[in-house]
């Protein structure tokens, strides 16, 4: 079982959609949760760190359930700039990080 | 402020030479990781280097993979003998100094595309 999780898609909607990424992690023990955006596998871009009271900046709004060791992304009114692959990370504290596969994105006009 | 920096950005080995990749971190961040993404996978964490010490090298091929991050200069992982299977995208990140219990951001680089033939 991979360490982290993710509906690698293609996720194909209209500009101006509101879409969900879903991601699940097994280790108890990890402590950080980031989402980052990789475009056409250039490097990675942290667009947020993740907190267990949820948090939210701009149309992005990330949400952490550790029961559940389940974490979400939610963009709203989906912009065509929003096309890229959208990396679950979490971390142990120990310095490195665990990314999921990814899944991408594609907003259409 | 200069991001992180890799070089080569390409590298093109033919099965059996070496590789060696290098990357200068951000300026104040004494913290380096190293990562591989292979074709169509997620990348996968491979060492963890501060100024001349190794801190955790999990990630690391046991054969032919090495690390290293000195007192001056960039910090540079080396492949001997690639092989076909080495063919990857490899991703250096830094942060600066770690001042609590939680995980610093880390800012890649560019990163090297290493193909093998």
């Known amino acids: ?109 | 402020n200069a991001g992180v920096m890799q070089n080569p950005r390409h590298l093109v080995r033919r099965r059996g030479q070496e590789a060696r990749l290098r990357c200068s971190p951000m300026k104040g961040h004494s913290h380096v990781y190293w990562y591989r993404q292979l074709p169509e996978e997620g990348l996968k964490f491979m060492v963890y280097l501060q100024k001349e010490n190794i801190i955790d090298e999990s990630g690391m091929p046991k054969e032919r993979f090495s690390a290293e991050f000195p007192k001056e200069g960039p910090s540079i992982l080396r492949i001997q003998q690639v092989v076909r299977g080495d063919s990857a995208a490899y991703f250096c990140a830094s942060s600066p100094p770690r001042q609590s219990s939680t995980t610093d951001t880390q800012y890649f680089g560019p990163g090297t595309r290493l193909t093998v033939l």
Do not use: H
């Not at chain 1, 509906?7 to 500009?15: I, S, T």
């Not at chain 1, 950080?32 to 709004?61: A, H, I």
């Not at chain 1, 709203?76 to 899944?103: E, H, M, W």
């Open chain 1, 1 to 109: 079982r991979k360490e982290v999780e993710q509906d690698p898609g293609p996720f194909n909607v209209p500009e101006g959609a509101t879409v969900a990424f879903n991601c699940t992690y097994s280790n108890s023990a990890s402590q950080s949760f980031f989402w980052y955006r990789q475009d056409c596998r250039k490097e990675p871009k942290l667009l947020m760190s993740v907190y267990s009271s949820g948090n939210e900046d701009g149309r992005f709004t990330a949400q952490l359930n550790r029961a559940s060791q389940y974490i979400s992304l939610l963009i709203r009114d989906s912009k065509l700039s929003d096309s890229a692959t959208y990396l679950c990370v979490v971390s142990p504290n120990t310095g490195k990080l665990i990314f999921g596969q990814g899944t991408t994105l594609q907003v259409k006009p």
